[in-house]
T-cell receptor, first 111, second 116 residues
Framework: TQLLEQSPQFLSIQEGENLTVYCNSS?????LQWYRQEPGEGPVLLVT?????EVKKLKRLTFQFGDARKDSSLHITAAQPGDTGLYLC???????????FGSGTKLNVKP | NAGVMQNPRHLVRRRGQEARLRCSPM?????VYWYRQLPEEGLKFMVY????????ESGMPKERFSAEFPKEGPSILRIQQVVRGDSAAYFC??????????????FGSGTQLSVL
């Protein structure tokens, strides 16, 4: 059972375009994290969102946590080739014993 | 200021052999998580350990898989009598406290296990 569904699975865009990727669940999470993973490497944490409705910005990346804490989105403005990678969302269980990961969105930004 | 260290990076085993994957957490971290990743997929939780204790192993297969995190030395994920379906990337992550809203996981570069 996949607790977190990410969409789209694959996204190929031109440099300079904007994009949004989504992370949805029927479960409520105590917190939600976004990671970026490059081939052959482990995921690297980008942001943690905790409060329903919370919006966080990291340069050209904007992260939003849904009001009900079941879904999240990541918006990238003016994408660059360096943004290429696998974007994973992860929800924390109630006792924070584990993080459930989505299957990821593979982003390719063409120069 | 070393991060999470995993070795080996690549491990090739024949069916029926044993695989031992090692993970040294970041300095000051006493919580270790193991995840498994298949190509084009996300990470699947396997086990969460603190020093000398298994806290949550709900993601571990009941047979052939075991994990430990001794008082001294790295955490070990052990797979006995490997089968082709065990081929995957295995990632270790560590954290300082293991709890809290803003707990951060730091991942190693993974071990790619290939079973021939």
């Amino acid at each position: 059972t996949q607790l977190l569904e990410q969409s789209p699975q694959f996204l190929s865009i031109q440099e300079g375009e904007n994009l949004t990727v989504y992370c949805n669940s029927s479960s409520v999470f105590s917190s939600l994290q976004w990671y970026r993973q490059e081939p052959g490497e482990g995921p690297v944490l980008l942001v943690t969102v905790v409060t329903g409705g919370e919006v966080k910005k990291l340069k050209r990346l904007t992260f939003q946590f849904g009001d009900a804490r079941k879904d999240s989105s990541l918006h990238i403005t003016a994408a660059q080739p360096g943004d290429t990678g696998l974007y994973l969302c992860a929800g924390a269980s109630r006792n924070f014993n584990k993080f459930y990961f989505g299957s990821g969105t593979k982003l390719n930004v063409k120069p | 200021n070393a991060g999470v260290m995993q070795n080996p990076r690549h491990l090739v085993r024949r069916r029926g052999q044993e695989a031992r994957l090692r993970c040294s957490p970041m300095k000051g971290h006493s919580h270790v998580y193991w995840y498994r990743q298949l190509p084009e997929e996300g990470l699947k939780f396997m086990v969460y350990l603190q020093k000398e204790n298994i806290i949550d192993e709900s993601g571990m297969p009941k047979e052939r898989f075991s994990a430990e995190f001794p008082k001294e030395g790295p955490s070990i994920l052990r797979i006995q009598q490997v089968v082709r379906g065990d081929s995957a990337a295995y990632f270790c992550a560590s954290s300082r406290t293991g709890t809290g809203f803003n707990e951060k996981l730091f991942f190693g570069s993974g071990t790619q296990l290939s079973v021939l």
